[in-house]
C-alpha cells in the first residue's frame, strides 16, 4: 500500500532551525512535494525534489533519499509567520499526490 | 506567475441544494485540475482529476452523479455538488498543473471554498 509518516506536530523557537522528517512508501515514485498549510487555508507549494540531494531555496531546503524512501524539509531562521502545517506529498507511479494528514508545527517566541 | 483562484471562497446553503464552484488558472493555461476535499485536521482527499474536453475520472467512492465536474476550457473546472447535505460541508479546494512551467509536475492550489450545508 501507499503510505507517509510525519510527526503530528512539533514545537519550534522563533529563530531556531527545524527538521521536518517525512518517510513514504509508493508504487512507483515520480518526485516528492512539500506543500505549507496554513489553518483555514490552501496549501502553498515549496518544494519539488526527484533526484536525491538537497534542494534550497531561501530558508527552505528539501533533501531526498530515494533508496530510503525518505525526505525533510529543513527550515532556518524561524518566523512566527512559519507556524503551519507542512505536507510531504510523494507523487505516484501515476503522477498521483499521496497525501498524509502533515506535521503541524508550532513557533514559539 | 502559477495563480489559481477559486470562487466562491465561502457559501452557506439550505440542505437540497446545488452549489457551483469554479476554479480558475488565471496566468496559465491548465489541461488537468485537481479537485480536493479537507474535512478539519485530516489530510486532503483528492475527489477527482479534471481534464480539459474529456470526462473527469473519480476516484473510488466519490459519486460523480453527485459531484458533477465540467472542464470546458484551458483555465476553468466547475464542481457542482448537487442537493447537498449537512455531511457535504467541508473545504473544498481545486489544484492545477502549470504545463509551461520546469516542473510540470507541480500543482498549484487555490484558495478553496468552504461549504456549509444546514
Known amino acids: 500500500g501507499q503510505n507517509i509518516d510525519q510527526p503530528t506536530e512539533m514545537t519550534a523557537t522563533e529563530g531556531a532551525i527545524v527538521q521536518i522528517n517525512c518517510t513514504y512508501q509508493?508504487?512507483?515514485?515520480?518526485?516528492l512535494f512539500w506543500y505549507q498549510q496554513h489553518a483555514g487555508e490552501a496549501p502553498t507549494f515549496l518544494s519539488y525534489n526527484v533526484l536525491d540531494g538537497l534542494e534550497e531555496k531561501g530558508r527552505f531546503s528539501s533533501f531526498l533519499s530515494r533508496s530510503k524512501g525518505y525526505s525533510y524539509l529543513l527550515l532556518k531562521e524561524l518566523q512566527m509567520k512559519d507556524s503551519a502545517s507542512y505536507l510531504c506529498a510523494p507523487m505516484d507511479s501515476n503522477y498521483q499526490l499521496i497525501w498524509g494528514a502533515g506535521t503541524k508545527l508550532i513557533i514559539k517566541p | 506567475g502559477a495563480v489559481v483562484s477559486q470562487h466562491p471562497s465561502r457559501v452557506i446553503c439550505k440542505s437540497g441544494t446545488s452549489v457551483k464552484i469554479e476554479c480558475r488558472s488565471l496566468d496559465f493555461q491548465a489541461t488537468t485540475m485537481f479537485w480536493y476535499r479537507q474535512f478539519p485536521k485530516q489530510s486532503l482527499m483528492l475527489m477527482a482529476t479534471?481534464?480539459?474536453?474529456?470526462?473527469?475520472?473519480?476516484e473510488q467512492g466519490v459519486e460523480k452523479d453527485k459531484f458533477l465536474i465540467n472542464h470546458a476550457s484551458l483555465t476553468l473546472s466547475t464542481l457542482t455538488v448537487t442537493s447537498a447535505h449537512p455531511e457535504d460541508s467541508s473545504f473544498y479546494i481545486c489544484s492545477a498543473r502549470d504545463l509551461g512551467q520546469g516542473a510540470w509536475e507541480t500543482q498549484y492550489f487555490g484558495p478553496g471554498t468552504r461549504l456549509l450545508v444546514l
Open positions: 479534471s481534464n480539459e474536453g474529456s470526462k473527469a475520472t473519480y
Open positions: 509508493t508504487s512507483g515514485f515520480n518526485g
